[in-house]
Structures are given as structure tokens and as C-alpha cells.
């Protein structure tokens, strides 16, 4: 434990760290031993005038002598002390002049003495001056050397005292002297000792405040690590939900509002996926950098919330300010041009999405300003990443909850919230109504309705959407099939279902179960950003074709992987997505729509084009001669009931004319 103290004790003193504990030792001991020697002194003076008593009971004769003396030489003594103490002096000074002090008055008390008539009483009495000796080593805290040498000089002056002025025998002279020495002897071992002992204290002390400091300095050291994000340095999210704390306390003390903005990076789980992990840890670490630049600059704090997240927290002057520092953040990063040639969506930069809320009187819980961050975050990310979106609780695209959505879509099916409407299709060569497009629909418990743009993606992500799909497939085809209210009925599918292993299985089960030709039911897929074809997928569809089943693709030229699909899966119909014809106004768009279409016409595939919404649109294709058309000018989706009635002419009476 004390490895320091006894190291510095036994140490020769030469030793360079041993001259430094000393020099150290003398310097924090410098107040002490001024205060020790100023209450020494002051208590030895009180002493040896107090002595003035004996002087009137042993040597009466000089003791008006003495008795002056006594006070001249005390309180000479006690003013030079004072005097040193107010100029400052250094203890060291201080300690030598008590030291003479202190021999100055045995001396000066020794030559009055020595003059009284009582020569015998005097020789006795002057064995006082063991007090002075043991004084000047006991009960000051003068080094020792000082100590040892004022000592020296009281025995030195007593032993001359003795020969000068002492009417004795030799033999008492000598047990006088001997008894002297033996004081100055047993005094200056103690003086030594308790020096030794002080000192010791002193490095004890020393190491303890040392072992001290390094235990703060490691608990510092534990403190951070345990707040900082090993990755990028900065704040985690155990720092950063203490920060949260913090805004929040000051908010609802002074009611100083602040924004939080969520910052994702988009596509990250497919950066990964195509540089490898120490890639991705190395963007991820340059994109906190900037981050950290741009939040610091405006005084806000930054930490990173989860894997490719980052959370920012600025006391907010204005939501516009805020604004635009989640726009400079979107395009700082932007800016960067970090290379990311594998998204799907074509952008071949990384880019981040950036969702903002702020304290509002009505949010009672400071998750709740973060939650509201998040669905701002999902919002943009709806968007179409790389952009900024901020919660506002007026937009209806925030009236409800992902997390509701989420809850209400595990009970959906038995409480019966989820629902088909009917989207049909029309042959312009025949002029029927020759199918219909199974849309789903969800309201939640208090009968909002929510969009399937809305609550197919949650479907998708909590992988609810594997039930609500097989019970659109088996509705469908007793609502449309089983009644043959429309030739071929299309149902949407999520490459999820189709991953799913037996999905085909399930497919054949019901079309057995309702025997209906498999050739009357088509799958509708999206040609989504996310998608991927992977052998589960082809494996199903080829097992679909062994039905006979129909396989679209829909909303055809929204993704990036369109062709690919084209020339890997042999899809019957592809929809055209509704963006290219409602461009159609344009020469330019027309051209497009023109130019898919042949591409498509080449490849032989029938084609359906969606969002037709007026005569023109109508008029448009018949004169591109597209042969099945969707959408609200031909019909809008409904209830399978209302199918029928507004399909004047059913499937059955128009069975012959749809190839
Ligand atoms: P989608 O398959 O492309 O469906 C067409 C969407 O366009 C429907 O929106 C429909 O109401 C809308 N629409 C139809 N005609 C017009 C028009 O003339 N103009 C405009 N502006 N829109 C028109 P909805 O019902 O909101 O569905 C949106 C998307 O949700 C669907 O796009 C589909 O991808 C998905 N979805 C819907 N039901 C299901 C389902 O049961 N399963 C799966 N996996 N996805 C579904
Ligand atoms: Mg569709
Ligand atoms: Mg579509």
C-alpha cells in the first residue's frame, strides 16, 4: 500500500525523486510549520515569563533583573516573530529566528541569574534549562537540523554556565553536565523521530491523494467510454437519451423548447451488403464527422442513435432554423458524394433521410418528441429518401401511428378491419369490364381508414402481411370467381409472400378448394425499389405457372430493376405505371409512353395501363391500340356487391371475347 512512503524514507537523500519529495514536502508543509512555530513561540514565551514566579521564589535577590529581561527578550522575541510573519518570511527563517530566540533567553536569563547571592539555589536552578533544550526539539516543528542545532547551543550554554558560574563539586558538575547531554541526546532522537514520522505522514498522504487522483482519472476515463459510441466517437445513445432528459427538464422548468432530428442514411443495410462491413464502417464514420461539423457549428448535440442512425438535439429558436439545419444536413452529405453505385433506386451517392419534431404543450413525454421524429424520419423515407420531413400534426400522413398500424394489423383479420374493394379492368377491344384488381383496405379500431401505402409497408416489415395476403387470394376468388363475376380476377402480392415457402402450395389448395381454373387468378408484383430476384422467388413463380396461374408486373418503370425482371420472368401482363400516361401531355412524355410501349409490344407481353382518369387518357391509348385499361375514368375500386351492379355486362357474356 504504502510502497511510496517506504521507498522515500529509506532512500538515500541524494536520490533525485527523494530531493523532490523533500522539496515537495517542505513546500506543502511551509503554512504548517509557520502557524506551529507562531503558536510555539507565543506558548514559550507565556512560558518563560510565567517562569518569573520561580525566579522570585529561588534567586529573589536578581530577580528584578531576570524578571526584565524575561519580558525584554519574550517580548522582543514574539515582535521580531510577527514581524517575519507579516514581511512574508519563509518558515525555514522564521523557525532560525525562534531558535535564537529561544537560546538568547536561557542566555540572557543565565548572565541576570548568575549574579544573585544564592549561588547554591542558582546552581540547582539553571538545571532549567533542559526546558529550553527540550523545548526547541519537542515542542516546536523546526526541522531538525535547526532544532538539533539551537539544542546544541542551550547544552553548550548550560555546560559553559556550568564551569563559569556553578560554585559545586567537580563530580556534581560532571553528573550535571551528564545529565545535560543525556537530555539533549534523548531529545534530539525524539525531535529526529517525529520529523522521520511527519514526513512519512506526509508521503502517505501524497500516495493516497495520488491513488486518489488516478482512481478519478480512471472513473473519468470509464464515464466516457461508457457514454461514447466506439465506432464514430461520438455520443451513444445512453448519452444521448440523458441529453434527452436534460432539454426535457429545461423545457418543463423554463419552458425552452427544442427539436430533435433523426438522420438515416439510405440504403445503408445494401451499402453493407455491396462493400463489406469495414466499408461501412468506415462511411458511417466519415458521414458522423460531418455531422458532427455541422451540428457543433450551430451549438446542437450529436450522438449516433442505432446502427446507421444519428440523432441531433438543438434548443430550437425557430422550427425554420431547424429546417434548414436538417437541410444543410441532407445536403452536406449529399454533397460529399460518397460513392454508393448499387442502390436501387439509381442515385449513386450515399444520401440520408432526415426526420424533425419539436416540443409541443401537448406532448406529455420526451419519447414522444423522438417517436414523432421517427414518423417524420419514416415519412421522408416514404418520400423517396434524401429529403428532409418534419412532423406536423395537422398533416393527415401523421393521423396515425405506425406503431397502431402495426397493433391493428395482428388482430385485423379476426376483427374484420381489413377489407377488398374491386378495382376493374377494361377491354377496350371488346368494351368490358373483363377483370378486376383486388385492392386492400384497413381501417383501424375507431374506423380510420388507413391507405394501403400506409399499411402495406408495416404489413410487409412485421411480416403480417403473410396472412392478410392469403386471405386476399382466398376472398378473391370467392368474391369475383366463385360468383364469375369477372373472367380473371388480380390480387397484389409482396415478394415476401412469394418467399414464403408453400405459398404455391396454398394457391393450388384453394383453387382446388373453389375449383377455379388457375388461368382466372393473377399475382400482381411490384416492380419495387427493394426488390430482388433470388431463387425462392423464381422458384414460386415457376410453380405459380404450373397452375396456370397469371403473373403481372405492376406499376412497370417505377423501379430501377424493370428490365432485368422483364427478361428473367415471363410476367402475361405488364401494368404500365399511371406516371408515364398522366406525363402523356407532354411530347416528351408521350414519347416515353410510346417508346415503353414498344419495348413491351417487342417482348410480347400484353400490356395494361393504370390511371387512366379521363376521356383524353382513354382516347390516348385507343390510339396506341392498348387493349386493357384501369383506373377512375373506367371504374373506381369497390365493394364486390357494387362490382357486380356496375358491371353491366359480366364475365359470363363476355367470357368469348377476352384472350
Ligand atoms: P397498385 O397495385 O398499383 O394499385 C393501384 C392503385 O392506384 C390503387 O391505390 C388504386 O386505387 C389507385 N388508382 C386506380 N386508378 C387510379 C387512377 O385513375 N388515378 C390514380 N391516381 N390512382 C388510381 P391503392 O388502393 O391505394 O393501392 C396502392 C398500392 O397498395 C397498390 O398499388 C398496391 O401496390 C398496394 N396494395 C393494395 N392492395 C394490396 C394487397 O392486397 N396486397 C399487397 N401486397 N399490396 C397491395
Ligand atoms: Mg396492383
Ligand atoms: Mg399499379
Keep these: 500500500m504504502h510502497v511510496l512512503a517506504e521507498t522515500a524514507a529509506k532512500a538515500p537523500s541524494s536520490t533525485r525523486s527523494t530531493r523532490e519529495l523533500r522539496s515537495l514536502y517542505d513546500q506543502q508543509s511551509e503554512l504548517v510549520r509557520k502557524v506551529a512555530t507562531r503558536r510555539g513561540l507565543w506558548i514559550a514565551v507565556v512560558a518563560y515569563l510565567g517562569y518569573s514566579l520561580t525566579d522570585y521564589l529561588f534567586i529573589a535577590d536578581v530577580a528584578r533583573s531576570t524578571i526584565t529581561a524575561r519580558f525584554i527578550v519574550g517580548l522582543g522575541a514574539l515582535c521580531i516573530l510577527e514581524f517575519l510573519l507579516r514581511r512574508k518570511a519563509m518558515a525555514n527563517t522564521i523557525d532560525v529566528a525562534s531558535a535564537i530566540s529561544v537560546s538568547t533567553g536561557y542566555l540572557v536569563w543565565l548572565v541576570m541569574a548568575q549574579m544573585t547571592e544564592d549561588r547554591a539555589a542558582f546552581s540547582y536552578y539553571m538545571v532549567f534549562g533542559a526546558i529550553f533544550m527540550m523545548s526547541v526539539n519537542l515542542f516546536f516543528r523546526f526541522r531538525s537540523s535547526v532544532a538539533i542545532a539551537s539544542s546544541a547551543a542551550n547544552m553548550i550554554i548550560f555546560i559553559g554556565a556550568l564551569c563559569v558560574f556553578a560554585p559545586m563539586a567537580f563530580t556534581h558538575k560532571l553528573i550535571m553536565g551528564a545529565f545535560c547531554i543525556s537530555c539533549f541526546i534523548f531529545t534530539a532522537y525524539v525531535n529526529l523521530e517525529l520529523n522521520k514520522e511527519r514526513y512519512k505522514v506526509f508521503l502517505n498522504a501524497l500516495e493516497a491523494s495520488l491513488q486518489q487522483a488516478a482512481a478519478d482519472e480512471r472513473g473519468n476515463a470509464l464515464l466516457h467510454l461508457s457514454n461514447t459510441d466506439s465506432l464514430t466517437g461520438l455520443e451513444n445513445r445512453r448519452a444521448i437519451d440523458q441529453r434527452l432528459r436534460d432539454y426535457w427538464q429545461r423545457w418543463l422548468d423554463d419552458g425552452a423548447s427544442f427539436a430533435v432530428l433523426l438522420i438515416d442514411v439510405d440504403y445503408f443495410k ?38 446507421e442512425e444519428f440523432i441531433v438535439i438543438k434548443s430550437a429558436s425557430s422550427l425554420d432554423d431547424m429546417k434548414e439545419l436538417a437541410e444543410a444536413i441532407r445536403r452536406g452529405v449529399a454533397e460529399m458524394a460518397l460513392p454508393h453505385q448499387h442502390r436501387r433506386d439509381g442515385t449513386p451517392i450515399i444520401t440520408v433521410s432526415v426526420g424533425v419534431s419539436h416540443t409541443r404543450s401537448e406532448i406529455k413525454q420526451v419519447d414522444k418528441v423522438v417517436h414523432e421524429a421517427d414518423r417524420a424520419l419514416y415519412a421522408a423515407k416514404a418520400g423517396g429518401r434524401n429529403v428532409v420531413a418534419v412532423f406536423d400534426v395537422t398533416d393527415s400522413k401523421y393521423s ?75 376472398t378473391t376468388c370467392s368474391d369475383l370467381l366463385v360468383t364469375d363475376l369477372v373472367r380473371v380476377a388480380s390480387v397484389n402480392v409482396s415478394p415476401m409472400e412469394l418467399k414464403k415457402p408453400g405459398f404455391a402450395d396454398y394457391v393450388a389448395a384453394i383453387l382446388a378448394e373453389f375449383e377455379v381454373d388457375g388461368g382466372r387468378l393473377a399475382f400482381e408484383i411490384t416492380e419495387g425499389v427493394e426488390l430482388e430476384i433470388d431463387q425462392d422467388l423464381v422458384r414460386c413463380i415457376s410453380d405459380l405457372r404450373k397452375l396456370g396461374v397469371q403473373v403481372w408486373l405492376d406499376d412497370f418503370g417505377t423501379g430501377f430493376a424493370g428490365l432485368s425482371w422483364l427478361r428473367l420472368i415471363d410476367f402475361d401482363t405488364v401494368k404500365i405505371d399511371r406516371s408515364f400516361l398522366h406525363d402523356s401531355h407532354t411530347d416528351r412524355g408521350r414519347r416515353m409512353l410510346l417508346d415503353i410501349i414498344t419495348l413491351l409490344r417487342n417482348r410480347g407481353v400484353s400490356i395494361l395501363v393504370e390511371g387512366v382518369e379521363t376521356a383524353e387518357h382513354q382516347r390516348l391509348m385507343l390510339q396506341y391500340g392498348i387493349h386493357y385499361l384501369q383506373g377512375y375514368h373506367i371504374a373506381r375500386p369497390a365493394p364486390a356487391d357494387q362490382l357486380a351492379t356496375n358491371n353491366v355486362l359480366p364475365f359470363l357474356e363476355t367470357k368469348k371475347n377476352v384472350g
Design 270 to 307: 445494401h451499402y453493407n451488403d455491396c462493400y463489406g462491413h469495414q466499408q461501412g464502417d468506415q462511411c458511417l464514420v466519415t458521414i458522423s464527422e460531418h455531422l458532427q461539423q455541422t451540428a457543433s457549428s450551430c451549438g446542437a448535440v450529436i450522438g449516433r442513435y442505432g446502427g
Design 400 to 474: 396515425v401511428d405506425r406503431e397502431d398500424v402495426a397493433a391493428t394489423l395482428k388482430i385485423a383479420l379476426d376483427q374484420k378491419l381489413v377489407s377488398l374493394v374491386y378495382q376493374p379492368i377494361r377491354n377496350m377491344q371488346t368494351g368490358m369490364l373483363d377483370g378486376a384488381e383486388a385492392l386492400m383496405r384497413l381501417k383501424m379500431l375507431d374506423g380510420t381508414p388507413v391507405g394501403p401505402d400506409v399499411f402495406i409497408p408495416i404489413a410487409e416489415r412485421t411480416g403480417a402481411i403473410v396472412a392478410l395476403g392469403r386471405w386476399a387470394i382466398r
